[in-house]
């Protein structure tokens, strides 16, 4: 009986170990995803590898469960997400779950008292212990128990407004073992309540993934746990505070997808004394800043694109601003996992702007068919070694902490559309500089500094959680680094309660405690000063004050030019561009206000990914302000016979035999392909579910043009030559 027994228990764990290892082959092959509320739609299956269902609410004729096995049937992966700062909740807030009915009293609130809320009935949370049990026991369990083994917590959103309920008040007295205190009253309490607010939402995730972890364990399931965020830059000048790059040192954290798209891209800022909208600059960092964030810890990225956006706009609006954004995120070639759109069911079927006119319609057929060749690029292009152009090896210095002084505002001290960072990223990037930004939460990791020739930093708009980060800073100097300090420490924040003048310190700023670290005198003055075999530069310059006032970048470009130059022998290279080569994929921008009015001129044999025709090209020429998407014909493996280079539809069941070659295209329904194809020669038949086809042939590039209505169901192609 016993040995029955053990024989019973061996089988057992062999099939849990076979189902976490196939779960751990599948996680690595998920390489395309999109979240969706809604049941599978043949007119929005957009046939990427995994579906995000979204939310455990049931609903009029389909349950959470429905909705997960409508997109299973159909061969997507499931996975999951929901808000952990806010969501459909009302069995928590009204009292259904543990019986208590004033939850209600547990969201954010402004000085005013008045509920910051994302809809009715769905405050903002302060994540109070009775919220995690709800969100442990009534979400991740359910979500468990549906077979799901990949969680999403978006947003984990506390606004800077917020922290005035009686919830952030009881928190307040437990974290800091005094009584609260209004935030509008003094700096200090601005920076005490932000740290708050920061550490409320790292204290639940924790806690929130570390119970799905464990009760995923005892299903004998491996779950992945990720955290859908905006970008560092965007949640500090939307007066945001959240977790962010401290969220990296949790085991229990996998990933992340960085949600950044038009609506946060096109955040107006400051260069050059003008402020407007730079959407491909602004998303170009936003990308780095999460890429620079997991980097050291290798945890999953996913980046997020989305055609339209939140606000209402125009389509010819949305289209372009979609093609900056998507060009932004394909300049990280280490980066090939993406989220290829959020809420399909609004982009496919809502209703928006004709450019012009007070017409509103459903996506027009010429932006469907170009987002889903756009889209079908996603799930070929993988990660090249390739780095973008221009000098690499200069970066700016990053802290969670930007987001603890942005609201409000005290002493008259303002940092207009948090121009302190773009003061110190915008003067290299429109000179064509790719600069790398470096989170100061990841400077104990020795992958932070790789490459890493000048470091520029400022405590104008962040300030160090640790002394600990200024030794990993100076024995990066100490060991050849350059490091470039902007600043006049006048901010009101110096002053508040830290670490810098508490327990026997009393540094009036924490830059003296880091001066001093390198032997420097306490508040240097403009100059240069070795320390070991590397150098400090002392700007005495606010850096919001290079784009604030027109022209006044130079000399702090200037400035960083010569240090590359004397560190590296090399000069920075200037230029009006970006361009990379991803395999047969190249994708470029230029800039405007920048060294150059030129356009940027490709020859090649291409194929223009942003032309729902798919055009060949000999010569692609990019105007300032525009970005283009190529793939470069001249790369295709002279061993490919036959093959979809790009299109509309994704391609399934290929056949190629001597001379016929027959797939398989399926994409949502009401929407047109355009796909080229590439084939030894001529064809002499071409049959689209049995009809025949004439398509268009061009001989130069060896690829037919061809053009059909999409099936979900899937159109049958055949081909022969």
């Given at each position: 009986?016993?040995?029955?027994?053990?024989?019973?228990?061996?089988?057992?764990?062999?099939?849990?170990?076979?189902?976490?290892?196939?779960?751990?082959?599948?996680?690595?092959?998920?390489?395309?995803?999109?979240?969706?509320?809604?049941?599978?739609?043949?007119?929005?299956?957009?046939?990427?590898?995994?579906?995000?269902?979204?939310?455990?609410?049931?609903?009029?004729?389909?349950?959470?469960?429905?909705?997960?096995?409508?997109?299973?049937?159909?061969?997507?992966?499931?996975?999951?997400?929901?808000?952990?700062?806010?969501?459909?909740?009302?069995?928590?807030?009204?009292?259904?779950?543990?019986?208590?009915?004033?939850?209600?009293?547990?969201?954010?609130?402004?000085?005013?008292?008045?509920?910051?809320?994302?809809?009715?009935?769905?405050?903002?949370?302060?994540?109070?212990?009775?919220?995690?049990?709800?969100?442990?026991?009534?979400?991740?369990?359910?979500?468990?128990?549906?077979?799901?083994?990949?969680?999403?917590?978006?947003?984990?959103?506390?606004?800077?407004?917020?922290?005035?309920?009686?919830?952030?008040?009881?928190?307040?007295?437990?974290?800091?073992?005094?009584?609260?205190?209004?935030?509008?009253?003094?700096?200090?309490?601005?920076?005490?309540?932000?740290?708050?607010?920061?550490?409320?939402?790292?204290?639940?995730?924790?806690?929130?993934?570390?119970?799905?972890?464990?009760?995923?364990?005892?299903?004998?399931?491996?779950?992945?746990?990720?955290?859908?965020?905006?970008?560092?830059?965007?949640?500090?000048?939307?007066?945001?505070?959240?977790?962010?790059?401290?969220?990296?040192?949790?085991?229990?954290?996998?990933?992340?997808?960085?949600?950044?798209?038009?609506?946060?891209?096109?955040?107006?800022?400051?260069?050059?004394?003008?402020?407007?909208?730079?959407?491909?600059?602004?998303?170009?960092?936003?990308?780095?800043?999460?890429?620079?964030?997991?980097?050291?810890?290798?945890?999953?990225?996913?980046?997020?694109?989305?055609?339209?956006?939140?606000?209402?706009?125009?389509?010819?609006?949305?289209?372009?601003?979609?093609?900056?954004?998507?060009?932004?995120?394909?300049?990280?070639?280490?980066?090939?996992?993406?989220?290829?759109?959020?809420?399909?069911?609004?982009?496919?079927?809502?209703?928006?702007?004709?450019?012009?006119?007070?017409?509103?319609?459903?996506?027009?057929?010429?932006?469907?068919?170009?987002?889903?060749?756009?889209?079908?690029?996603?799930?070929?292009?993988?990660?090249?070694?390739?780095?973008?152009?221009?000098?690499?090896?200069?970066?700016?210095?990053?802290?969670?902490?930007?987001?603890?002084?942005?609201?409000?505002?005290?002493?008259?001290?303002?940092?207009?559309?948090?121009?302190?960072?773009?003061?110190?990223?915008?003067?290299?990037?429109?000179?064509?500089?790719?600069?790398?930004?470096?989170?100061?939460?990841?400077?104990?990791?020795?992958?932070?500094?790789?490459?890493?020739?000048?470091?520029?930093?400022?405590?104008?708009?962040?300030?160090?959680?640790?002394?600990?980060?200024?030794?990993?800073?100076?024995?990066?100097?100490?060991?050849?680094?350059?490091?470039?300090?902007?600043?006049?420490?006048?901010?009101?924040?110096?002053?508040?309660?830290?670490?810098?003048?508490?327990?026997?310190?009393?540094?009036?700023?924490?830059?003296?405690?880091?001066?001093?670290?390198?032997?420097?005198?306490?508040?240097?003055?403009?100059?240069t000063y070795r320390y070991g075999k590397g150098r400090v530069i002392v700007m005495r310059e606010d850096p919001k004050h290079f784009v604030l006032k027109a022209g006044n970048d130079r000399k702090y470009f200037e400035t960083i030019s010569s240090a590359y130059q004397k560190k590296t022998g090399k000069a920075i290279e200037t230029k009006n561009s970006f361009l990379v080569e991803r395999g047969v994929y190249t994708i470029a921008a230029v800039m405007d206000e920048s060294v150059s009015n030129e356009p940027l001129t490709l020859s090649g044999l291409y194929i223009d990914l942003f032309d729902k025709d798919l055009p060949i090209l000999t010569k692609k020429q990019i105007q300032p302000g525009e970005q283009g998407y190529l793939y470069d014909l001249n790369k295709v493996s002279g061993k490919v016979k036959a093959k979809v280079l790009c299109g509309a539809s994704r391609i399934y069941e290929e056949k190629v035999g001597k001379q016929n070659y027959s797939f398989v295209a399926k994409s949502p329904l009401e929407t047109t392909n355009v796909s080229r194809v590439l084939l030894p020669g001529k064809p002499k038949t071409v049959k689209v579910n049995g009809k025949s086809e004439?398509?268009?042939?061009?001989?130069?590039?060896?690829?037919?043009?061809?053009?059909?209505?999409?099936?979900?169901?899937?159109?049958?192609?055949?081909?022969?030559?």
């Amino acid at each position: 009986m016993n040995n029955i027994r053990l024989l019973l228990v061996s089988c057992f764990l062999l099939i849990c170990c076979h189902s976490i290892n196939a779960q751990k082959v599948k996680e690595r092959e998920t390489k395309t995803v999109f979240q969706t509320a809604d049941p599978w739609k043949p007119e929005t299956d957009v046939r990427a590898d995994a579906a995000i269902v979204y939310g455990t609410s049931d609903r009029p004729g389909v349950t959470f469960e429905q909705r997960v096995q409508s997109w299973k049937d159909k061969g997507y992966q499931t996975q999951f997400m929901t808000g952990v700062a806010w969501g459909n909740y009302q069995d928590y807030f009204l009292g259904k779950w543990d019986g208590i009915n004033d939850h209600l009293k547990e969201g954010q609130r402004d000085r005013n008292g008045n509920e910051i809320a994302h809809g009715h009935l769905v405050p903002y949370i302060v994540p109070t212990e009775s919220f995690i049990r709800y969100m442990q026991e009534m979400q991740i369990k359910r979500v468990i128990n549906a077979g799901i083994t990949s969680i999403f917590l978006e947003e984990p959103e506390f606004w800077m407004r917020g922290g005035y309920s009686a919830a952030f008040k009881s928190e307040w007295q437990k974290y800091y073992d005094f009584p609260w205190r209004d935030q509008q009253e003094s700096p200090e309490n601005t920076y005490l309540s932000n740290k708050l607010k920061y550490h409320l939402y790292y204290k639940a995730l924790d806690k929130i993934f570390s119970y799905a972890k464990e009760y995923g364990k005892s299903k004998g399931l491996d779950i992945k746990c990720y955290v859908p965020t905006h970008s560092l830059i965007n949640y500090t000048s939307w007066q945001i505070v959240s977790p962010e790059a401290s969220l990296a040192s949790l085991d229990c954290v996998d990933g992340y997808i960085a949600q950044v798209w038009t609506g946060t891209a096109r955040e107006s800022n400051f260069y050059d004394g003008v402020r407007k909208e730079r959407v491909f600059e602004n998303a170009f960092l936003e990308y780095g800043c999460m890429k620079s964030m997991t980097a050291p810890l290798k945890r999953k990225m996913y980046f997020l694109t989305d055609p339209i956006e939140d606000f209402p706009r125009d389509w010819q609006d949305f289209k372009r601003n979609y093609q900056a954004t998507f060009s932004a995120q394909l300049m990280y070639p280490m980066i090939d996992t993406y989220e290829v759109m959020p809420w399909p069911d609004r982009i496919y079927l809502g209703l928006y702007q004709v450019a012009g006119t007070d017409r509103k319609e459903r996506i027009p057929r010429s932006y469907s068919t170009q987002m889903q060749i756009m889209i079908n690029t996603l799930n070929d292009i993988r990660t090249s070694e390739k780095k973008i152009s221009g000098t690499h090896g200069i970066g700016v210095l990053m802290a969670n902490s930007l987001m603890f002084q942005r609201f409000p505002t005290h002493d008259g001290y303002d940092d207009p559309q948090f121009s302190s960072f773009y003061g110190q990223t915008f003067p290299l990037l429109k000179r064509g500089v790719p600069v790398e930004l470096v989170h100061i939460e990841n400077t104990p990791f020795k992958e932070t500094f790789k490459g890493l020739e000048v470091l520029v930093m400022s405590y104008s708009n962040m300030k160090p959680m640790t002394p600990e980060y200024h030794t990993y800073l100076a024995d990066w100097v100490k060991k050849g680094g350059v490091l470039v300090y902007c600043g006049e420490d006048i901010d009101p924040y110096q002053s508040v309660l830290e670490w810098w003048n508490t327990e026997g310190n009393h540094y009036k700023s924490p830059s003296e405690h880091l001066f001093e670290r390198m032997n420097l005198s306490q508040n240097p003055t403009d100059g240069t000063y070795r320390y070991g075999k590397g150098r400090v530069i002392v700007m005495r310059e606010d850096p919001k004050h290079f784009v604030l006032k027109a022209g006044n970048d130079r000399k702090y470009f200037e400035t960083i030019s010569s240090a590359y130059q004397k560190k590296t022998g090399k000069a920075i290279e200037t230029k009006n561009s970006f361009l990379v080569e991803r395999g047969v994929y190249t994708i470029a921008a230029v800039m405007d206000e920048s060294v150059s009015n030129e356009p940027l001129t490709l020859s090649g044999l291409y194929i223009d990914l942003f032309d729902k025709d798919l055009p060949i090209l000999t010569k692609k020429q990019i105007q300032p302000g525009e970005q283009g998407y190529l793939y470069d014909l001249n790369k295709v493996s002279g061993k490919v016979k036959a093959k979809v280079l790009c299109g509309a539809s994704r391609i399934y069941e290929e056949k190629v035999g001597k001379q016929n070659y027959s797939f398989v295209a399926k994409s949502p329904l009401e929407t047109t392909n355009v796909s080229r194809v590439l084939l030894p020669g001529k064809p002499k038949t071409v049959k689209v579910n049995g009809k025949s086809e004439q398509g268009e042939w061009d001989e130069t590039s060896k690829t037919l043009l061809l053009s059909f209505e999409n099936d979900p169901n899937g159109v049958n192609v055949s081909i022969e030559w």
